[in-house]
């Protein structure tokens, strides 16, 4: 067995026969592996300690028969402490962003452009304001749906490609006002849809055109950019709902812990 050498980040651990463990990591090369490591959690392992929240070089070798892979060598390369003004903010959208990673990778597919991005959302995470935190999560949240083939699309009506503004419904006014205006997005369909392409019985989540416009903005800014767009915990928590609405229709995946750790941040900060 020749002996592959990758860099990654560890998305999970869980424990296995005796002191080992099954480590489930996110390659540059490789994408998604399930490695075992034999012995790891004993305190006389020979080889350098794994550790979640950084880049590690990692070496292992794969039986051609089982396909597992076995790892036989780790090097810390850099490390997230994510200690910045307090851990809870931080050290929570890390590790849902990496939740989402193993929920939605798929096994044995590289991903390398994915993998770049998800290691600057981890540097702008350890160390960016606490305030752009959440808007540059949500950008992350969206282009990693990007990578893996689930665009949402807000661009514009889904159907039949007539521009974003021009597929914005008029509001009837009310306590919103004359001036008010809303999308409908399928989730099913994976985007908005004008009034024209409407289905009957079809399933809308019923989008403010300011929300769409965030939405919109957090798609395409890079991750830097996206800092400096201003989300109050609400509003991603809309966002979030969304977009996990979104999944559940086009994967196999029917929890997502993303939304959750959300309303959990905003009960302690109040
Ligand atoms: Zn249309």
Known sequence: MPQII??????KTVNWKENSQIVTFFTDNAGKQSIIDRGGRSMKTKRGRIQTFSRLEIGYFKSERSGMGYLSEVELLESFS???????????????????????????????????????????TNSIPKNSLLPVFLAY??????????????????ACGRGRKSA???????????????????????????????IMGEHYIKLQAERLDEIYSLQIASL??????????????NILELLTGFLKFQTDVREFNSLKFLRDLRKVQG
């Open 6 to 11: 990758s860099e990654g980040i560890i998305l």
């Open 141 to 158: 949240f969206l282009k990693n749906l990007s990578y893996l083939g689930y665009r949402p699309n807000f661009a514009g009506c889904i």
């Open 168 to 198: 914005a419904i008029a509001g009837s006014g009310g306590e919103n006002g004359p001036a008010s205006k809303f999308y409908f997005f399928t989730p099913e369909r994976g985007g908005i849809v004008c009034s024209s392409c409407q």
């Open 224 to 237: 830097a950019e996206a800092g400096a767009i201003s989300i109050s915990m609400k509003e991603g928590e």
């Open 82 to 124: 994510l200690e910045k003004d307090g851990v809870l903010g931080r050290l929570a959208f890390a590790s849902a962003a990496l939740e989402l990673l193993y929920d939605l990778l798929p096994d044995d597919e590289p991903q390398t452009e994915l993998y770049q991005i998800t290691i600057q959302f981890l540097r702008l």
